[in-house]
């Protein structure tokens, strides 16, 4: 079955940097795009940032554009979220997501910004 | 941007009666495909969001019965036939006809 593990949270300071995975399995991760999509302690749902399958595009949202970067690496079966200059409005939970339908979630990991 | 407005924000409903969430979006979600990329989906508490309806009307696969999306153009609904308590969460719509964007949910409650 569709498996999708996200790791890499914590807290980090204002200005500083993270780097999140999510490792999938149950499926040929290298024929889908996929998303991120993080949730604020308490809030709603935001769409992050956007990969096609094979890395030649890039989509993100205008919150994070310029700071974070998508990628993914298709022999490992992996997709990662480089998160630079953090800011305390980035604290939530990232999920990963499989495809621009987002028919597929991880369990999230939870980002936390503070000083 | 496309915005996603749902409501109402919160909705209580008795065990077995039907739910009706409404979503409308600032501009039509048809796509120049044809299709319109309008999706549901549950967050039950504690728990990850799950797609429960893609393209308007289309279950996804193990999805109760109950649960049935309708709509064209800017105004959606997701319908519960016979609220069971599992049902219980909050329901988000998002469309990805004009890139991505989310609705600000309903939390569904038992009365």
């Known amino acids: 079955q569709v498996q999708l593990v996200e790791s890499g949270g914590g807290v980090v300071q204002p200005g500083g940097s993270l780097r999140l995975s999510c490792a999938a399995s149950?499926?040929?991760?290298?024929?889908?795009?996929m998303n991120w999509v993080r949730q604020a302690p308490g809030k709603g749902l935001e769409w992050v940032a956007f990969?096609?399958?094979?890395?030649?595009?890039?989509y993100y949202a205008d919150s994070v554009k310029g700071r974070f970067t998508v990628s993914r690496d298709n022999s490992k079966s992996t997709l990662y979220l480089q998160m630079n200059s953090l800011r305390a409005e980035d604290t939530a939970v990232y999920y990963c997501?499989?495809?621009?339908?987002?028919?597929?979630w991880g369990q999230g990991t939870l980002v936390t910004v503070s000083s | 941007d496309v915005v996603m407005t749902q409501s109402p924000l919160s909705l209580p409903v008795t065990l077995g009666q039907p739910a009706s969430i409404s979503c409308r979006s600032s501009?039509?979600?048809?796509?120049?495909?044809?299709?319109?990329?309008l999706n549901w989906f549950q967050q039950r508490p504690g728990q990850s969001p799950r797609r429960l309806i893609y393209?308007?009307?289309n279950r996804d696969s193990g999805v109760p019965d109950r649960f049935s999306g309708s709509g064209s153009g800017t105004d959606f609904t997701l319908k519960i036939s016979r609220v069971e308590a599992e049902d219980v969460g909050v329901y988000y719509c998002?469309?990805?006809?004009?890139?991505?964007?989310f609705g600000g949910g309903t939390k569904v409650e038992i009365k």
């Open positions: 997501a499989r495809e621009w339908g987002a028919a597929y």
């Open positions: 149950g499926f040929t991760f290298r024929y889908y795009g």
């Open positions: 990969i096609r399958y094979d890395g030649s595009y890039n």
């Open positions: 501009q039509s979600l048809v796509h120049s495909d044809g299709n319109t990329y």
């Open positions: 393209t308007v009307s």
């Open positions: 998002m469309q990805n006809t004009h890139g991505l964007t």
